[in-house]
């Protein structure tokens, strides 16, 4: 049997060999199908293959969000973790001194933020080198990725890890691709562009959907700058995940400030020292902030909001999962809410479940049985 990962090797070799011109762009898509359905083989687990193929590590999730402290060996991970919670991972100068996931809780803003400091990943950790895929197993169940890198480092480690994360699925700042695609059970296929895009056509859709086997379906492409490698992430979407991501350069410290200069200007990027206590707490800001959870405060009638203590809810959350994040029953007795602050359009504003909810609302809830309103 031939080895899944002598399979991609031999992709990838062969569109190394291939020169990108107009005529091989067809063939250059079909490669590009191809592998990602072969990366997707790697990470499934497999006979015999056991809980390390396609599983995290045993941390079960808390909190309000879960942030990933994801990159090489001794970049100090486990140094920021110490630093921003109350947690001690144990800090080395040598190698993998962090063998297994260790996870802290940041408070900040009324919420309680899971970090997860993991094993240092390696070049090749996609394909199962070191404890890389457990690793990025463990990455893709966050809502948030903080890829650690070392300022002293060659500037190579951030495309290198960003390689890693994107060959098993994982998009950071990036928002699922505005292709639409139905399969269908008969009918044939029909391709649909809204705005023809310059780098996919009909024909180019068509092979890679054939060579999926997808031979009835519907595709609509909304955007006019798509991309072969978003069609293929959409027909891989069960294995796809889009995070957010902020890259940090740690040791400071130890560069020029013209170094220093040019790495706080790459995008989504903040720049710290562990060692000198500087920049740390802008990361947690900026963590913050990319999360965007909301504090929503709850109010009895005739009684003033509890402003001591928030109840934290996602981004783009309604009434509905404010209720749910009371109390899982609330929404069965639910008769309206009453909501002060951005969201309302007049004070209270008299409310349903859909109604989206803005940070630092106040919220009543109002139930059909007595005593159920809003904790
Ligand atoms: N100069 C300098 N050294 C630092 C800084 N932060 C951490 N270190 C050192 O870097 C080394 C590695 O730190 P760790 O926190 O163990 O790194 P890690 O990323 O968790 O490493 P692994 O668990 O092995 O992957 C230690 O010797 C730290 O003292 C910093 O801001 N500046
Ligand atoms: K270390
Ligand atoms: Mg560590």
């Known amino acids: 049997m031939v080895n899944i990962t002598d399979k991609i090797k031999e992709i990838e070799e062969e569109m190394r060999r291939t020169q990108k011109n107009k005529a091989t762009e067809y063939h250059l898509g079909l490669l590009k199908g191809k592998l990602a359905r072969y990366r997707a083989q790697l990470l499934e687990p497999g006979p015999g293959a056991g809980a390390a193929a396609g599983t995290g590590f045993d941390v079960s999730k808390s909190g309000d969000a879960r942030i990933a402290l994801v990159g090489f060996p001794s970049v100090g991970k486990s140094t920021f973790l110490s630093k921003i919670t109350k947690t001690k991972s144990e800090i080395a100068a040598y190698s993998f001194t962090t063998l297994t996931a260790i996870p802290g809780v940041l408070e900040y803003g009324g919420a309680e933020i899971q970090i997860l400091d993991l094993p240092g990943i390696i070049e090749g950790a996609s394909e199962g080198k070191g404890r890389g895929r457990q690793v990025i197993s463990a990455a893709k169940t966050s809502d948030m990725i903080i890829m650690i890198l ?85 027909i891989m979407k069960e294995h796809r995940t889009y995070i957010k991501c902020l890259y940090v350069y740690n040791k400071i410290d130890s560069i020029s400030l013209e170094h220093l200069n040019t790495l706080a200007r790459e ?55 404010v209720c749910d994040a009371i109390h899982r029953t609330l929404k069965e007795s639910f008769k309206y809410a009453l909501v002060w602050g951005a969201s309302a359009r007049h004070v209270p504003q008299r409310v349903g479940l859909g109604h989206p909810v803005c940070d630092e609302d106040v919220v009543s809830v109002v139930g059909t049985k007595s005593g159920l309103a809003a904790k």
């Open 150 to 234: 070392d300022a002293t480092k060659r500037a190579e480690q951030r495309a290198l890890l960003e390689a890693e994360l994107e060959a098993v699925g994982i998009r950071l700042n990036q928002e699922p691709p505005n292709i639409y695609l139905k399969q269908k059970k008969a009918g044939g296929m029909k391709i649909t562009f809204s705005a023809p895009p310059k780098g996919l056509d009909e024909k180019m859709l068509y092979n890679i959907l054939r060579d999926y086997r997808i031979l009835n379906c519907e595709v609509l492409v909304r955007d006019e700058n798509a991309t072969v490698d978003q069609f293929i992430d959409v």
């Open 267 to 321: 995008p989504n990027t903040a720049v710290m020292s562990c060692e000198l206590d500087l920049g740390i707490q802008d990361v947690v800001e900026r963590c913050w902030q990319e999360l965007r959870l909301m504090r929503i405060y709850t109010k009895r009638k005739g009684i003033d909001p509890d402003f001591s203590e928030a109840l934290i809810v996602r981004q783009d959350s309604s009434i509905e999962d």
